[in-house]
């Protein structure tokens, strides 16, 4: 999103912005300020984050109002970087500085040795820019090779050739960290940063103070310091040194969604489906989804050290989206293309590769997904329409003999092979539709019952020719939930 034009109506000098009444605070007091002030009018602070409501937002918050740097500890996909990034949304929305300064000073209280010169030669005249909130925060993703000059700043030699000496703060190219002056800094994957760039964090950390090349700057920079890490990092690609641990004021545990409910939010806040012509998928394919992605992470099949990515779910949501796309375009069928079960199982292979299995499970990793796929499918299904009348479903099959299903089956055949229902309008409003569904939801709602039934056991579902699957009625009907 781009940063928005500051208001003409802002001080632009020095004089004027004292005669406004601006006041200077650290940014762990606007952090602070701006928190509780959110907090008293009971309105959301983490935009965008989901599930941490009862667990890790509390302890972010106490972090804050701590005015603690703050580590984040969790397995891959948890949030993490969401969940700094929306800390920009506690900073003032605008926050002035001295303009063309590097590190964005306070105009009240330049730091640089150049900046205060011109504070003094300029006086009330002294020029001042302002910053969005959203220019506020710097993020660098750790790697081995991120150097110190990356992070804090090196020796410009094209300055040094222009006549300067080494021991002119005027020498020095600043990094990210003290660009960000005045701000949030945040560091991903942490451990990744070899042991002897995470010393140059130290100063930084505690006297905030910034060392280049051998000698100190006394700069009081300004700035919140915050991490991410995975817990297996301390172990298998680098770990966090002791010394940079004590530093940190706080170090908050994060977790995959708690329950069903936060999974299926998250994948339908984060999943682009539904609009700008991408198909629909009906919540109760979502719920589908969210069902496996959790069972999938449970497995003991999985590698549970890697854990399993939120992500996960969201790919899934999104290839089963592109699924119905890819049917409508090519049986020609006009309006809205709605997802049905017939794309849940080749999103299987598509997502393979973003689970670790344990070593035993080589060669079987389709076959354990797709068996979980279908475990979540029916524990949906008995969720959503256990104890509703489907006997019209089953007499339909019967009367009719079978029901093709497939990529290669328009809505209209589906709905057609089908016929009138008695109990679908009953089923849809469980399913969440409206009055008036859409030929292609109704179709989705079809194929879902049918499959729910045979899942457990109350029709017989059959490959046949061209990828098509055949529901069949069964010689001996079965009740719901007997055992396979």
């Not at 130290?202 to 700057?217: K, S």
Request: negative net charge; proline residues 6%; charged residues 30%.
């Amino acid at each position: 999103m781009p940063t928005p034009p500051a208001p003409s109506t802002l001080p632009d000098t020095l004089g004027a912005l004292r005669a406004s009444g601006w006041s200077s605070r650290d940014v762990r007091a606007e952090l602070r300020d701006n928190l509780l002030r959110l907090m008293r009018a009971g309105t959301p602070r983490f935009e965008g984050v989901v599930g941490f409501d009862d667990t890790v937002l509390p302890e972010v918050e106490r972090a804050l109002l701590a005015g603690h740097d703050m580590v984040l500890l969790g397995e891959r996909g948890q949030g993490k970087t969401r969940l700094l990034r929306s800390l920009v949304g506690l900073l003032d929305e605008w926050s002035p500085h001295v303009a063309g300064s590097e590190l964005f000073e306070d105009p009240l209280a330049p730091v640089l040795p150049v900046t205060r010169a011109r504070a003094e030669t300029e006086g009330d005249d002294l020029p001042v820019a302002w910053r969005h909130r959203s220019e506020r925060y710097n993020e660098k993703l750790a790697t081995p090779d991120t150097s110190i000059g990356d992070l804090i700043g090196d020796v410009d030699p094209v300055r040094v050739a222009e006549g300067r000496s080494l021991g002119d703060p005027e020498t020095i190219h600043f990094g990210l960290l003290p660009r960000t002056n005045r701000g949030i800094f945040a560091v991903n994957e942490l451990p990744d940063l070899a042991e002897r760039i995470q010393v140059g964090l130290l100063n930084v950390l505690e006297e905030r103070d910034l060392q280049v090349r051998g000698y100190a700057l006394r700069l009081p920079l300004d700035v919140l310091l915050v991490a991410s890490a995975n817990p297996e990092d301390y172990t298998n690609r680098g770990r966090i040194i002791t010394p940079l641990k004590d530093r940190f004021g706080a170090e908050v545990r994060t977790h995959y969604p708690v329950d069903l409910q936060a999974e299926v939010e998250l994948v339908t806040q984060e999943a682009v489906v539904g609009r700008d012509g991408v198909a629909r998928v009906p919540s109760h394919l979502v719920e589908v989804l969210a069902r496996w992605t959790r069972a999938v992470r449970e497995s003991p099949s999985v590698d549970a050290r890697s854990g399993v990515s939120a992500r996960f779910a969201v790919a899934a949501t999104e290839t089963v989206a592109a699924g119905a796309d890819r049917r409508a375009a090519l049986l020609g069928e006009d309006g809205p293309a709605v997802a049905r079960v017939t794309d849940l199982e080749p999103a299987v292979g598509t997502l393979r590769g973003k689970v670790e299995f344990e070593s035993g499970e080589e060669g079987r990793e389709i076959e354990v997904l797709s068996h979980l796929l279908r475990v979540a499918t029916a524990e949906t299904w008995r969720d959503r329409l256990g104890g509703a009348d489907l006997s019209g479903f089953l007499d339909r099959v019967a009367e009719g003999g079978h029901v093709d299903v497939g990529d290669d089956v328009p809505v209209a055949d589906l709905l057609s092979s089908v016929g009138t229902v008695a109990g679908l309008g009953a089923v849809c409003t469980r399913l969440g539709l409206e009055d008036a569904p859409l030929p292609a939801e109704v179709a989705a709602v079809v194929e879902f019952v049918l499959e729910g039934l045979h899942l457990t056991r109350r029709l017989s579902k059959d490959p046949v020719e061209h990828g098509r699957s055949r529901f069949s009625a069964r010689t001996r009907p079965r009740a719901v939930g007997e055992d396979r």
